[in-house]
C-alpha cells in the first residue's frame, strides 16, 4: 500500500502546527512579557488624568466687600491618539470656528503630544458648554474640564488688581509647578498675590471606554487629589473710595493715591484713563489687550506707580524740613519775596514780604524756598557744597522719594531724586552749585516722584515723620488678621520739625490755595502743586491729609497738563477725602464740577 | 472485540475533555469579555454569556446525538448532506439577511444561522466519502479535479455572499489532499506563493523581481542538477516574475479599498491607527498589555470598555491574553495543539480511508481557525473574520464545529468495530 509512506506525511502536519504554535507562543510573548509599551498603551487608552484646577481666591475690600470672584468656564481638550473619524462640519459649527481652525488647532495638539490631552478651545461659557455636553458622545478624544475665571462686580480697580493670563513657556520652564493651560497672576494684585490666590491643582484619574464616555474613577480614587481653592485677600482699599475716585477721574488723566497714615494701607489706588478689568478676562482678553495697547492715552499703564511727575510745590515743605532739621531755617528765619520782580525764580502769588516759612508754605513762595534751599546747600560751616547737597537728599531719601518704596504691588518706579554724581557728570566735579541746581527747592529740575511716592510723602506728614510702607493687602485667608510685614520707616527729620510744615500746609487749607475747598467740620492739611511739564501744559497736584489732629487719611492726586493744582487736583482730593471720612458728599456743587470733564483728547 | 452497541466504552475521552475544556474557557472568556454590571450572572440568557450556555448545552445534545447515530450514516449520507448545504447555500444569497456586511445568515427569531458554518463539515464529508472510494489515484488529473469542485464550489458560494474569511476556510483541505498524496511541492509551492506575494507587497515588483533573477543564477550555478534542467528553470522564472506582476496587479484592480488598507497595514506601509488599524492595534494593546499572568478575572480594560473590536467573538482571544496574561494564551495555545495532534495521531490509526480523510479534514479546518484567529489578534496576520473554534461566541459556529468534531469522535469509536 502507498498509504504506509504516506502515513509518514503526520508527521510533517504535525511540525506544520507546533512550528505555528512555537511562533505565536514567541509573539506572545514578546509583546506580552518582554515589550512594556503595550502595557502603557492600555493605560493611555483608559486612563484620563484630568487636572483639577482649583479656583483662585476671592478679593475682598477692607469693609468685606466683595470686589473680585470667580465663573465657570470650560476647556475643550484634546487627545489626538483617540480621536477619530469626526464630523468636523458639524463639530466646527457646535464651537463657532472655521475648518482651518480646527486643523490647525489639531496640529498643534498632536505637536504638544498625541497620548496627553491638550487645550483645543478655551473657556467656552456655561451655555456653549451645555450644547456641546449632549453630543460629546459623538467626539471620542474631546473632553471638558472645567475651569474659573476672573469677574469683577464693578467695573474698577483695573491696574490695582491687574489681571490672569496662561502662563508661557519661558514661566513653565522656570517654575515646575506651572503646566501648559495654567493660569498666572501677571500684574497687579493677581500677580504680587499669585501663590495665595492661586490654590493647589488637584488630579482625577479616570476612566473612560472607547466612546470616551467616563466609566469611573481609576481604583476607588485612590490616587487622585483634590484641588485646594486658592485663599482670599481682603484688601486695604476701600471699594466706595475707589470707586468713587475712579467716577471722579473719568475724563482726566492721571491719578490717585490714598493712604490711612498709621497703618501705610493704600486706601484708594487709581490711573486714569482706566478700563474695565473684565475686558481682560477670558476670550476676548487678546483682542481687548490689543485695543487697549494700542490706545494713545495709555490705559494700560499704571501711573499711579510708573508714571513719574515733578512734584512741584508739594515739594516745598520737604525742603523746608530739611532746613529746620539742619539749623538753617527756624520759624523766625524771614525772606524777602519781590514777586514777579524776583531773582533767580519769580513769585507767582501776591503776598506779604518779609515771610516766615509758615506762610511761605501757606502761599507757595518760590523765592523763600529757594533761599531756604541755598542756605542748606551753601552752609559752609557744615560742609562743602557738594557734601550739604548729598546731606539734602539723603534727608529728602528717607521721606520716601527717590526710590522704590517696597510696596505690595508689581512694577514700582522710584522716582528721581538726582545723585550727587549725577550732577558731577552733567556740570563736572565742583562745576555746580545751589544755583545750578536752584530748581529742586521748588520741586522742579530731574526731580521726579510717583503719585504714590507723593500720597506717602503726605502720609509721612500725617504721621509727624514716620511711614509704613504702603500696601493694599489687610489681611489672606480671614478677615482681621493683619500683616506686620511691612515696615515702619522713620525719617531722618526730627518730629518736631514737622509740626511747622504740618502748620503751613493746614494754613493752605485754610487760608492759602486751598482755602476753597475746605469740608465742613474736617480740617485738611495740604499742598497744591503746578508742575512746569517741559513736554506740555502743567500738571495739577495736590497732596493732603485729614483730619489735622488725628489723620485718618493721606492722598495725592496728579492731572495730567490740567494746570493749577487748586483747578482740579485740589477739589477732587478734598470730595475724595469727604467721602471717606463722612461717608457722603455734601458738596454736590463741586463734585458736579469735577464729573463729566473730560481733559485729555 | 469490544461490545459494538456501548459507544462510550469506545470513546476518546481524550478529545471529548479537550473539547469540553475548551468550550467552558471560552465561555468565562465571552462573560469576561462583554460582562455587564447590571447583569451579573453568567447564566442571564438576556445577555451573550446566558445565551452562550445555551448554546454549549445545545451543542452537547448534538454531540450526544451524533456519538448515538450509527457511524456508517454519515458515510452513506455525505454527499446527500453536502447537497443539501450547498442548496442551503444558494438559498441564504437569495433570502438571507445581511448582517455587518455578509448575506450569510438565516434570521429564525432571534436566532440566526450561517449555514456557511455547516458547510465546512459537509464539505468535509464529501471529501472524505470520495477519497474513500476504490481505484482512487491522486496522481490522475480527474481525481484531483473532483476534491478541488468538491471545495471549490461552495468556497465560491460563500465568496459570493461576501464573507471572504470562510472562503477561504476551503483551501485548508489542501492538507487533506497533501496526505492523500499530493506532491509535497505544492504545500512548498503554496508557501511560496504567499512569500512572493508578501514580499511584492511590501518592497515592490521591481526588487522581487531582481531577487528572483539573482536566485536562479545562484541556483544555475551552484547546483548541478538544475544546470541540466536550464528550460525548467527559466520557465519558472519567467513564471514567478509574471505572478509577482500580477499579484501588484491583482491588489491595484481586484481588491476593494478596505482588504488594501488591511494588507497595508499589515505589512507595516500603513500606520493607520484609527481606521484600519485600530482592530489589531487595540487587540495587541489588549494582549500586549496582559503580562505574565495577566490583569485577572473582568479586570481587563481594553475589552471591558470596547476598546477592542467584536470582543466576544472574533477577538475572544484578546480577553485570553489581557485578563490571564502569557499564561492564560500559553494555556488556550497548548490545548489547541493538543486537541490537532490528537486528532491526527487518531487519524492516522483509522482503518477506513472515509474515517482518516474526514479527520484530516477536521484538523485541517480547525488548524486554519487556529492559524488566522490568533494570528490576526497579534498582527500576524490580516484582519480575516473567522471565529476561534469553541471559543468565540456564537451558536452556529459551536454547532457547526461541535458536529465536525463529534462526528470524527464517532467515527473514531468504530474504528475496532469495523474491523
Not at chain 1, 538 to 543: A, K, V, Y
Not at chain 2, 8 to 23: A, G, S
Request: charged share 20%.
Amino acid at each position: 500500500m502507498a498509504n504506509k509512506s504516506l502515513a509518514s506525511r503526520k508527521q510533517t502536519v504535525i511540525a506544520i502546527f507546533l512550528v505555528v504554535g512555537l511562533i505565536f507562543l514567541i509573539r506572545l510573548f514578546y509583546i506580552q512579557v518582554i515589550d512594556e509599551s503595550y502595557t502603557l498603551s492600555a493605560n493611555n487608552n483608559v486612563l484620563r488624568y484630568v487636572t483639577q484646577y482649583p479656583a483662585r481666591g476671592l478679593i475682598y475690600d477692607r469693609n468685606g466687600k466683595l470686589l473680585v470672584y470667580n465663573e465657570a468656564v470650560y476647556d475643550l481638550m484634546v487627545i489626538p491618539m483617540q480621536v477619530k473619524e469626526v464630523d468636523t462640519t458639524e463639530f466646527c459649527k457646535l464651537l463657532e470656528i472655521t475648518r482651518e481652525g480646527f486643523i490647525e488647532r489639531m496640529e498643534k495638539a498632536k505637536k504638544y503630544s498625541k497620548y496627553k490631552p491638550s487645550l483645543f478651545e478655551k473657556q467656552i461659557s456655561k451655555e456653549t458648554y451645555g450644547y456641546i455636553e449632549e453630543k460629546m458622545y459623538r467626539f471620542p478624544g474631546f473632553f471638558v474640564q472645567p475651569r474659573t475665571l476672573r469677574y469683577y462686580p464693578k467695573p474698577i480697580g483695573a491696574h490695582l488688581f491687574g489681571y490672569v493670563g496662561e502662563v508661557t513657556q519661558g514661566i513653565i520652564d522656570k517654575n515646575p509647578y506651572y503646566k501648559s493651560g495654567d493660569y498666572i497672576g501677571i500684574s497687579g494684585i493677581e500677580k504680587s498675590y499669585e501663590d495665595v490666590l492661586r490654590g493647589i491643582k488637584g488630579m482625577k484619574i479616570k476612566m473612560v471606554d472607547v466612546h470616551n464616555r467616563e466609566v469611573g474613577s481609576f481604583q476607588n480614587g485612590r490616587f487622585d487629589s483634590a484641588a485646594i481653592m486658592g485663599r482670599d485677600l481682603y484688601l486695604s482699599i476701600d471699594g466706595d473710595l475707589q470707586e468713587y475716585g475712579e467716577k471722579l477721574m473719568q475724563g482726566k488723566m492721571g491719578s490717585v493715591v490714598a493712604i490711612e497714615p498709621s497703618s501705610g494701607e493704600i486706601l484708594a489706588f487709581l490711573s486714569s484713563p482706566s478700563y474695565d478689568p473684565n475686558l481682560l478676562v477670558g476670550r476676548v482678553r487678546g483682542k481687548n489687550f490689543k485695543l487697549l495697547d494700542d490706545d494713545p492715552v495709555k490705559p494700560l499703564l499704571n501711573r499711579a506707580m510708573m508714571g513719574t511727575y515733578p512734584p512741584g510745590s508739594t515739594f516745598k515743605m520737604v525742603n523746608d524740613l530739611v532746613g529746620l532739621q539742619e539749623g538753617t531755617l527756624t520759624l523766625s528765619t524771614r525772606y524777602t519775596c519781590q514777586g514777579k520782580s524776583s531773582s533767580p525764580i519769580r513769585c507767582t502769588h501776591t503776598h506779604q514780604s518779609p515771610l516766615n516759612v509758615e506762610v511761605a508754605i501757606q502761599q507757595s513762595c518760590n523765592p523763600f524756598h529757594w533761599q531756604v534751599f541755598r542756605a542748606i546747600i551753601n552752609n559752609s560751616a557744615k560742609g562743602s557744597i557738594r557734601e550739604n547737597y548729598v546731606t539734602w537728599r539723603n534727608h529728602i531719601m528717607s521721606l520716601g522719594f527717590g526710590h522704590k518704596l517696597g510696596t505690595d504691588l508689581q512694577y514700582e518706579l522710584s522716582g528721581n531724586i538726582p545723585s550727587a554724581e549725577k550732577y558731577d557728570a552733567i556740570y563736572g566735579k565742583g562745576h555746580w552749585n545751589s544755583m545750578t541746581i536752584r530748581s529742586l527747592s521748588i520741586g522742579q529740575g530731574e526731580i521726579l516722584v510717583t503719585p504714590l511716592q507723593l500720597a506717602n510723602s503726605a502720609a509721612v506728614m500725617a504721621n509727624r515723620g514716620f511711614y509704613i510702607v504702603p500696601h493694599v493687602i489687610s489681611s489672606i485667608g480671614e478677615k482681621g488678621k493683619k500683616s506686620d510685614k511691612f515696615q515702619k520707616v522713620v525719617s531722618t527729620i526730627d518730629p518736631a520739625h514737622f509740626e511747622i510744615a504740618v502748620e503751613g500746609m493746614r494754613q493752605v487749607a485754610t487760608l492759602g490755595t486751598a482755602r476753597w475747598y475746605q469740608i465742613e467740620g474736617i480740617t485738611m492739611c495740604g499742598k497744591t502743586g503746578t508742575a512746569e511739564n517741559p513736554h506740555g501744559d502743567d500738571h495739577s497736584l495736590f497732596m493732603a491729609f485729614a483730619p489735622a489732629d488725628n489723620p485718618k487719611i493721606a492722598i495725592a492726586v496728579i492731572i495730567e497738563n490740567a494746570g493749577f493744582g487748586s483747578k482740579w487736583a485740589l477739589p477732587i482730593a478734598s470730595l475724595m477725602i469727604e467721602k471717606y471720612l463722612t461717608g457722603t458728599v455734601k458738596r454736590l456743587d463741586v463734585e458736579e464740577d469735577m464729573l463729566n470733564v473730560k481733559l485729555y483728547q | 472485540m469490544r461490545e459494538r452497541k456501548n459507544v462510550f466504552n469506545n470513546i476518546d475521552w481524550t478529545l471529548i475533555i479537550l473539547y469540553l475544556v475548551l468550550v467552558l474557557l471560552g465561555w468565562v472568556n465571552i462573560y469576561a469579555a462583554v460582562y455587564n454590571e447590571e447583569h451579573k450572572s453568567i447564566f442571564d440568557i438576556s445577555q451573550s454569556y446566558g445565551k452562550q450556555m445555551i448554546w454549549i448545552a445545545s451543542s452537547l445534545f448534538l454531540g450526544l446525538v451524533i456519538l448515538l447515530t450509527d457511524a456508517r450514516f454519515f458515510s452513506t449520507f455525505a454527499y446527500i448532506i453536502y447537497g443539501l448545504t450547498i442548496f442551503s447555500l444558494v438559498v441564504v444569497l437569495a433570502v438571507g439577511s445581511e448582517i455587518s456586511g455578509s448575506k450569510s445568515w438565516f434570521q429564525i427569531g432571534s436566532f440566526g444561522l450561517q449555514p456557511a458554518e455547516f458547510a465546512k463539515f459537509a464539505t468535509n464529508l464529501a471529501l472524505a466519502r470520495f477519497f474513500s472510494t476504490q481505484h482512487i489515484n491522486i496522481k490522475e488529473l480527474k481525481t484531483r479535479l473532483i476534491p478541488l469542485f468538491l471545495m471549490g464550489l461552495p468556497a465560491l458560494l460563500i465568496l459570493l455572499q461576501n464573507d471572504t474569511g470562510s472562503a477561504l476556510v476551503y483551501g485548508s483541505f489542501i492538507l487533506v489532499l497533501y496526505r492523500m498524496g499530493l506532491s509535497g511541492n505544492f504545500l512548498l509551492a503554496g508557501a511560496l506563493v504567499v512569500v512572493i506575494a508578501l514580499s511584492t507587497l511590501m518592497v515592490g515588483t521591481v526588487y522581487v523581481m531582481i531577487l528572483l533573477v539573482i536566485f536562479a543564477i545562484v541556483l544555475f550555478f551552484f547546483m548541478k542538477r538544475i544546470k541540466r534542467n536550464i528550460i525548467n528553470l527559466v520557465a519558472l522564472l519567467i513564471l514567478g516574475i509574471g505572478f509577482t506582476y500580477s499579484v501588484e496587479y491583482a491588489v491595484e484592480n481586484f481588491l476593494g479599498d478596505h482588504q488594501k488598507t488591511r494588507i497595508n497595514v499589515l505589512l507595516g506601509k500603513e500606520l493607520d491607527l484609527r481606521g484600519a488599524g485600530y482592530n489589531v492595534n487595540q487587540s495587541k494593546i489588549a494582549i500586549g498589555s496582559g503580562g505574565l499572568v495577566g490583569k485577572g478575572f473582568l479586570n481587563g480594560t481594553q475589552t471591558k470598555y470596547n476598546f477592542v473590536p467584536e470582543q466576544s467573538t472574533d477577538f475572544i482571544f484578546c480577553t485570553v491574553g489581557e485578563e490571564w496574561g502569557f499564561l492564560g494564551t500559553f494555556v488556550v495555545i497548548s490545548l489547541f495543539l493538543a486537541l490537532l495532534i490528537r486528532i491526527i495521531m487518531l487519524a492516522e490509526k483509522q482503518r477506513s480511508d472515509f474515517s482518516r480523510v474526514y479527520g484530516y479534514g477536521v484538523a485541517a479546518i480547525l488548524f486554519f481557525h487556529f492559524l488566522i484567529n490568533i494570528g490576526m489578534t497579534i498582527g500576524l496576520v490580516p484582519v480575516i473574520g473567522i471565529p476561534l473554534p469553541f471559543f468565540s461566541y456564537g451558536g452556529s459556529s459551536l454547532w457547526a464545529f461541535t458536529i465536525l468534531l463529534f462526528i470524527f469522535i464517532k467515527q473514531d469509536t468504530n474504528r475496532n468495530a469495523l474491523l
